[in-house]
């Protein structure tokens, strides 16, 4: 049965950083120099070496994304419709752990936040809920989905690992993508980081694009959260793991996030620092490694560091973002599961990307329901 795991298990994490880390400024220039570029080459755009590199890094990246993706963004909300979790998460203000007051919207709340989100003109949009099975499970989602696939041409979640058949009930109903970040595929680390709940099943999680492939899921996103490892051996798994489901699940697209740790109740500083410059070597990494993967980018990071990244590989933001359930018209109180950085409006971020020569892109793909 086809599974990443089966690639993934014949890497050793200290070993691949190791590479990394011995590629050397030829290595860069071959990188730079060839029309297709392999994950040897990828290894060498994220090492220190290419560094001096980052302008022409930046320059190719700004080129290859026009040509692929033209001057168009495309824009999308996240709406949180729980923060109960039955998950204890080192990282995340939603963990168990946390005493704070659980909220799960009703289907009059969940309409009071869509009519929102729909006013300030969003197409697209993020469902994302902690991580408990019993409250907000396949049932809970269905019925969100079934309640609101009218008002959005593109309903995406970020929800609990679920299995093959389940996904398959929800794209029935309206599901077009999926977004699940391994958080760090470093296997011991990831342990310290989620020691109780069903996400502490890290080859669970692992194989999760695999069971939304086979379940023929429009559009998979991957990642992994900046700061709990060192962030040049994620970003290389995470690239391998990118391009093992592009050869075996053919038919899907796929997209890359780069969350970092944010601030958050509990608090976890990160182990290890990934700077703005480091942040941007790696967008443009991917966008040379793959013309057509779609990179996203959340208000998570700061207003002038979106002002400077959209036109150097992004595809995809959000604005005026809220990460508590109700968030945005039922209960603004209500605890975030992390701070937000760029608190701008949607007219605003809207101005911006138009200020820098970019469409704004609402609605790029819709279904057709009876």
């Not at 001096?52 to 495309?74: D, H, V």
């Not at 946390?98 to 869509?114: G, H, M, Q, S």
């Not at 679920?162 to 109903?173: A, G, V």
């Amino acid at each position: 049965m086809s599974s990443f795991k089966n690639i993934f298990d014949t890497y050793n994490w200290d070993n691949t950083l190791q590479s990394i880390f011995s590629k050397t400024e030829s290595d860069v220039l071959r990188a730079l120099g060839n029309p297709k570029r392999d994950l040897e080459d990828f290894k060498a755009l994220i090492s220190p070496a290419a560094k001096p590199y980052l302008e022409q890094m930046a320059q190719l990246s700004k080129a290859l994304t026009k040509k692929r993706f033209g001057n168009t963004i495309q824009m999308y909300s996240p709406m949180y419709l729980s923060n109960e979790c039955q998950n204890i998460c080192t990282y995340c203000g939603f963990s168990m752990t946390n005493k704070i007051a659980r909220r799960t919207l009703t289907d009059a709340e969940i309409l009071k936040e869509v009519g929102y989100i729909k006013s300030k003109g969003f197409d697209h949009i993020l469902l994302v809920t902690g991580e408990a099975n019993k409250t907000v499970g396949v049932d809970y989602f269905n019925n969100a989905l079934k309640l609101i696939r009218s008002h959005f041409s593109n309903i995406t979640i970020e929800v609990q690992p679920l299995y093959q058949n389940e996904y398959e009930q929800l794209i029935d109903n309206g599901l077009f993508a999926v977004l699940v970040y391994q958080e760090t595929y470093h296997r011991e680390e990831y342990k310290k980081h989620h020691p109780k709940g069903k996400k502490s099943n890290f080859d669970f999680r692992l194989d999760t694009p695999d069971r939304l492939g086979k379940a023929g899921i429009h559009k998979i996103g991957i990642g992994a959260l900046f700061g709990l490892e060192d962030w040049r051996a994620d970003s290389f798994f995470t690239a391998l793991h990118l391009k093992y489901l592009q050869k075996t699940y053919w038919k899907t697209k796929y997209s890359i996030s780069f969350p970092r740790l944010r601030p958050h109740s509990g608090g976890l500083d990160p182990k290890v620092e990934m700077t703005d410059p480091d942040l941007v070597q790696l967008i443009c990494a991917f966008r040379l490694l793959d013309e057509d993967v779609e990179l996203s980018m959340s208000t998570r990071e700061s207003e002038v560091f979106r002002n400077n990244i959209v036109n150097l590989g992004i595809t995809s933001i959000s604005a005026e973002s809220k990460t508590n359930p109700g968030g945005y018209a039922v209960a603004p109180e209500s605890l975030e599961q992390f701070e937000i950085s760029d608190e701008r409006s949607t007219e605003e971020v809207t101005l911006m990307l138009k200020d820098q020569g970019l469409e704004v892109v609402w609605k790029d793909w819709s279904n057709n329901w009876e």
